[in-house]
């Protein structure tokens, strides 16, 4: 491998054939060149993806209630289903052990908000502990909604980043008083949501505090929980569903709604559509994948054909060489040798051009599915390694073909 | 240096068999400069190729200084080949993309020797074939004679103990062809074993011994006066 000989020798028979090396590299450079762009591509579709899914937990349950459309039991349809406080309760207590965070929401839209002088109408959500992390929120000052504000029903509020800044400039809001249609609320924290603007315009205050202050009892809007992830994906998928469909089961029979009523009560699970989405996402990686490979060994079958001809056109030099006592060994190392060498470097040539390219366009695509295409590291590696591979497949055969060929036969004169 | 004994090869073309070389019985000794005569299809390149492991005899024996060679594999062959012989052959065989040197000196690079003496013993027998000067020429370059001086020089590069020359002079012109053969005398002379094939009387007649093939069998073997090529030059 490390004989200056013969390097000499390859860069010799390369050099005469200066237009076939180059044509034969092209197509192998191409099919790296195509590969590399695909995988980046797939990645970028996979970052795109997995941030649309971060603004909120992946494993999350989402219940909300409509009107039936079905009569049952001697009931009319058109009855507006309400969920209350005891349904919540009765449901995060039954599947305790399958729940990791909850809480039942009551949400107010376009609620009038105003310090001082400023005034904006935005959501504000009577909301329990759990949904900062069913959010995904981090808190950029202060802290979140907890127990005891809603044990006591404390008109404490939690505002986003986006809503500080409208209403506070730059003055520090903790400790604040703003005021929620005249009533006066405490700021204790501002948060920030990966969701965005619109989730960072809203308001959170104690459910029960919210229940109390806008006349709604024991009503409630939504309860949102997460399950608790197992490591195997398709088991928390099916747990999930589980759940997701028991919930969905408990809430008809409490209210008296029939079972196929598909508009009184709603449950929608994240994990069944994130799995959904995931191996839509896995299947296009698959398919570039194999679009790649293809490419690369279009090449590779070039370069094998070329290869061939090598051998065909050097018989008479193989010939020579054995008769001067050339062991087969190192005709097939010299002939392999030349193949690895050229896939490699015309490969590696395909792989720093694509790396190249998504370096400097990468960064700027950005679109909701589509976001930082790049290759990684290991990728790049794994791509250099099916190089080498492919390089000495490329090259078994004409070398296997060339330790054959019998000196007598080379060397009688035409 | 050479034993060969009821030597058979036949070679089958589909249905056909042609029975080559009939029963060869000969003996070489060290030093001996000798030529295997025979018009076209009397046998003589398959026995030269069997003395040169190039291919192998259906029966009998043939010892090489005191190896016996036998059922080799290609790996031993090579190694043999690279030991014991030298080629010359008609069409010179040179690698034509390699300089002078580098052409004789690949059976060394083939042996395992370091670079450095490779060029040292390359360029030795470059200069006793008289091409110093032409060390880094092409074998495009070069002359008819000059190539097949280019080609001794490389058979002789890993001291074999039998050169092996088939037709050496058949492409050359008359004069060259004498300063070839002042050449092999000389190399014989410092006591090389030395065999040529050849079909040419004149050139025969500068060996020290005459085998003459026909029909797969030997009909004739003996010394003869040795005619100095020098005295032609």
């Known amino acids: 491998m490390f004989d200056i000989e013969r390097w000499q020798e390859i860069f010799e028979t390369l050099k005469k054939n200066k237009l076939r090396t180059f044509l034969t590299g092209l197509s192998v450079a191409s099919g790296i060149f195509i590969l590399v762009i695909l995988l980046g591509f797939s990645k970028g579709i ?16 989402t219940v909300w209630t409509g009107v039936t459309t079905k009569s049952y039991k001697g009931l009319n349809p058109g009855r507006y289903i309400q969920m209350k406080n005891e349904n919540f309760d009765f449901i995060s207590q039954k599947y305790d052990q399958h729940i990791e965070y909850e809480t039942s929401l009551f949400s107010i839209w376009g609620a009038e908000i105003s310090y001082k002088n400023e005034t904006v109408n935005y959501q504000v959500r009577g909301a329990m502990p759990g949904h900062q992390f069913i959010e995904n929120a981090d808190m950029e000052s202060g ?34 008083s703003i005021s929620i249609y005249g009533m006066n609320f405490k700021v204790i924290g501002v948060f920030i949501d990966p969701g ?103 090449g590779i079958v070039g370069v094998g054909n070329i290869m061939l001809i090598i051998v065909k056109e050097r018989t008479k030099e193989i010939g020579i060489r054995k008769a001067l006592g050339a062991l087969p060994m190192s005709i097939v190392g010299m002939i392999l040798q030349e193949a690895v060498f050229v896939t490699m470097f015309a ?44 390089g000495a497949i490329a090259g078994f055969i004409p070398a296997y073909r060339a330790a054959k060929i019998k000196p007598i036969v080379a060397l009688r004169d035409e | 240096m050479i034993q060969i004994k009821d030597l058979h090869k036949s070679y089958h073309m589909g249905s056909n068999s042609l029975h080559v070389l009939k029963g060869i019985n000969f003996d070489v000794k060290e030093g001996e400069l000798v030529s295997i005569m025979g018009s076209s299809g009397s046998g003589k390149s398959t026995l030269l190729n069997i003395l040169g492991m190039l291919d192998e005899a259906d029966t009998g024996s043939y010892i090489l200084d005191n190896v016996p060679i036998k059922g080799l594999n290609e790996k031993i062959a090579a190694k043999y080949r690279n030991e014991f012989l030298g080629f010359i052959f008609q069409s010179f065989n040179l690698i034509n993309y390699k300089s002078a040197l580098d052409n004789v000196s690949m059976p060394l690079y083939y042996k395992g020797i370091k670079r450095k003496e490779r060029t040292e013993r390359a360029m030795h027998y470059l200069e006793k074939v008289g ?45 060259t062809s004498y300063e070839v053969m002042e050449l092999i005398q000389g190399i014989n002379d410092e006591g090389k074993t030395i065999l040529v094939v050849t079909h040419e009387h004149d050139i025969a007649q500068m060996t020290k011994r005459i085998v003459n093939l026909k029909d797969g069998v030997i009909i004739d073997d003996s010394k003869v006066e040795q005619v100095r090529a020098s005295q032609y030059v």
């Open chain 1, 46 to 61: 996979e970052n795109g993806v997995k941030s649309e899914f971060e603004q909120d937990a992946t494993n999350l349950i």
């Open chain 1, 196 to 298: 965005g603007e619109r989730e960072e315009q809203q308001a959170y205050i104690p459910l029960s505090t919210s229940q109390k202050v806008f006349g709604a009892g024991d009503d409630i809007r939504n309860m949102l929980f997460t399950v608790k992830m197992s490591d195997n994906f398709d088991e928390a998928v099916a747990l999930s569903q589980n759940m997701a469909n028991a919930v969905e089961n408990e809430l008809k029979l409490m209210h008296t709604v029939a079972p196929d009523d598909t508009s009184a009560v709603r449950v929608f699970n994240t994990l069944d559509e994130a799995k959904k989405i995931y191996s839509l996402v896995a299947t296009i990686q698959a398919v570039f994948w194999f679009v790649g490979i293809g490419t690369i060994i279009a």
């Open chain 1, 143 to 176: 802290r979140f909604v907890n127990q005891a504000d809603l044990d006591e029903t404390r008109k404490v509020a939690v505002i986003g980043r986006k809503l500080r800044q409208d209403l506070f400039k730059d003055e520090d809001p903790i400790n604040k």
């Open chain 1, 347 to 390: 490969g590696l040539f395909g792989l720093i051009f694509g790396l190249a390219l998504l370096e400097i366009v990468g960064p700027q695509v950005e679109s909701d599915f589509l976001k930082y295409p790049q290759v990684d590291f290991n990728i790049a590696l794994t791509t250099v390694f099916l190089l080498v591979f492919a």
């Open chain 2, 131 to 175: 091409l110093a000067q032409w060390s880094h020429h092409l074998p495009s370059e070069l002359s008819g004679g000059q190539k097949q001086r280019v080609a001794i020089a490389r058979a002789l590069a890993s001291d074999p103990k039998v050169l092996l020359a088939d037709e050496p002079t058949g492409a050359l012109d008359t004069k």
